[in-house]
T-cell receptor, first 115, second 115 residues
Framework: AQSVTQLGSHVSVSEGALVLLRCNYS??????LFWYVQYPNQGLQLLLK??????LVKGINGFEAEFKKSETSFHLTKPSAHMSDAAEYFC?????????????FGQGTTLQVKP | GAVVSQHPSRVICKSGTSVKIECRSL??????MFWYRQFPKKSLMLMAT?????????EQGVEKDKFLINHASLTLSTLTVTSAHPEDSSFYIC???????????FGPGTRLTVL
């Protein structure tokens, strides 16, 4: 069975600082992994996804994530935080091998960006 | 990009009444739609998966007679919360994917408040 763990429910960084949001997964099959962002009272927006191929995945808004099979991790990073990055971030793994199948979400990490 | 809408965005109802939430794919045919529930400061919990023209598949612990899901067309799925109670108050989010598509697209969510 698949599962996702996001380490740290709240992360606070200063504007311009590195953003690192941690995600570890468990999957019995090669995983499809996703990062989503959610702004208050809105739905989810896909930041990036890993299916196969290159393990370093670049997404929108300057975010990227690296799939590390040996560490079962898919941490999200951004070199320089902007105030507009403040939001809730969810890591997710696709159940089964399809990338349009059910998604299992992590608990979410709230990113606070301080001026 | 693909757009998914939800209606209404907010609804307040009295305890004991039923509420219908619509999820529409505006520019693609959604062969599969997913319904999620999100409690405050919590992750998304998958409630059910619906395929066009078929009965929905509910996750364990979700009452199918209370949360009625219909996916009658390739662009519309509805979630009806029957005999709503205050504990049903939540943020309900749908997502949609197309056959052979590469990702799920999320709606903006519906805030349900049951008085």
């Amino acid at each position: 069975a698949q599962s996702v763990t996001q380490l740290g429910s709240h992360v606070s960084v200063s504007e311009g600082a590195l953003v690192l949001l941690r995600c570890n997964y468990s999957s019995s099959v090669p995983p499809y992994l996703f990062w989503y962002v959610q702004y208050p009272n809105q739905g989810l927006q896909l930041l990036l996804k890993y299916t196969t191929g290159a393990t370093l995945v670049k997404g929108i808004n300057g975010f990227e994530a690296e799939f590390k099979k040996s560490e079962t991790s898919f941490h999200l990073t951004k070199p320089s935080a902007h105030m507009s990055d403040a939001a809730e971030y969810f890591c997710a793994v696709s159940v089964g091998s399809s990338n349009t199948g059910k998604l299992i979400f992590g608990q979410g990490t709230t990113l606070q960006v301080k001026p | 990009g693909a757009v998914v809408s939800q209606h209404p965005s907010r609804v307040i109802c009295k305890s004991g009444t039923s509420v219908k939430i619509e999820c529409r794919s505006l520019d693609f045919q959604a062969t599969t739609m997913f319904w999620y529930r999100q409690f405050p400061k919590k992750s998304l919990m998958l409630m059910a998966t619906s395929n066009e023209g078929s009965k929905a598949t509910y996750e364990q612990g979700v009452e199918k007679d209370k949360f009625l899901i219909n996916h009658a067309s390739l662009t519309l799925s509805t979630l009806t919360v029957t005999s709503a109670h205050p504990e049903d108050s939540s943020f309900y989010i749908c997502s949609a994917s197309s056959a052979g598509g590469s990702e799920q697209f999320f709606g903006p969510g519906t805030r349900l408040t049951v008085l």
